[in-house]
């Protein structure tokens, strides 16, 4: 675990209700201190977070409109629900250009709302910090994924397109998706992989996490590249 820096401000009003800017509860590290270890992270947020309420469902065509409405609805109403949703994870998959990292960034700014830690990073930075962790013997080694462990939403964009790298990829996607899981936390993947693809490429252990109807919700955009309607339109 990363270990974590409190600055206690005894006699001083406090900012957290929870801690009383303590930096600790009954439970540990209180998520305040969690929170400002993982935003001192240059790679931990790579992407605006949007709201739900910027997204111009005009750019779609009828079919498609309609299916990112009911996505972004469903969405929502797990980014809202927070620790108490009954499928946690999120699967935003299919072709590029269908808004699929777009309605991430509004779940990763709805979550943050509603007060809960966000990491969203790319599949390539992902694999850079497990890179990094399989390469490293000294004391700080555990902080490198820690901050994938305790954030309370985790989003990997645009998995798939990072190198496949023997004892690595594999093993530590598997690594944190099993953690995070077994620790009952939100991880969120978008990918232009399908559902077969990503089983073909990360093997079926992988797959059958993310893709275990009781804990996840998948939503699979099988229509045209909205940039290039904008284009040919």
Same mark, same amino acid.
């Given at each position: ?11 001083? %009003?406090?900012?957290? %209700?929870?801690?009383? @800017? *303590? ?21 931990? #947020?790579?992407? %605006?977070?949007?709201?739900? /309420?910027?997204? @111009?469902?005009? =750019? ?37 250009? *269908?808004?699929?990292?777009? =309605? ?12 809960? *830690?966000? #990491? ?10 497990? =890179? ?6 000294? $004391?700080? $080694?555990?902080?490198? +994924? ?5 954030? /309370? &939403?985790?989003?990997?964009? /645009? ?5 496949? +790298? ?10 944190? &998706? ?6 009952? =936390? *939100? ?12 089983? #073909? ?20 955009? /099988? ?8 284009? @040919?339109?």
């Amino acid at each position: 675990m990363v270990e974590y820096i409190v600055d206690s401000q005894k006699g001083k %009003p406090t900012h957290c %209700p929870i801690c009383g @800017d *303590t930096g600790k509860t009954r439970d540990g590290f209180c998520r305040c201190v969690k929170k400002l270890a993982i935003e001192s992270r240059s790679d931990s #947020v790579e992407f %605006p977070l949007r709201s739900f /309420d910027e997204i @111009d469902y005009s =750019l779609f065509l009828p079919g498609a409109k309609s299916f990112v409405e009911k996505t972004a609805a469903n969405l929502k109403a797990i980014a809202d629900k927070g620790a108490d949703a009954k499928r946690k994870n999120v699967n935003l998959i299919g072709g590029s250009g *269908t808004g699929k990292t777009f =309605l991430a960034s509004c779940f990763a700014g709805e979550s943050e709302a509603v007060g809960r *830690t966000v #990491v969203f990073i790319t599949a390539f930075t992902f694999l850079n910090l497990a =890179l990094s962790y399989h390469t490293s013997f000294d $004391r700080g $080694r555990a902080d490198t +994924l820690a901050p994938l462990l305790d954030c /309370d &939403v985790l989003i990997i964009d /645009d998995l798939g397109t990072e190198s496949m +790298l023997k004892n690595v990829t594999a093993e530590y996607l598997y690594l944190v &998706v099993n953690q995070r899981q077994l620790r009952r =936390l *939100t991880t969120v993947i978008t990918s232009n992989l399908s559902i077969d693809g990503i089983a #073909v490429r990360y093997g079926e252990r992988i797959a059958s996490r993310l893709f275990d109807r009781r804990l996840c919700y998948t939503a699979e955009f /099988d229509f045209a590249d909205i940039r290039k309607i904008k284009i @040919d339109g």
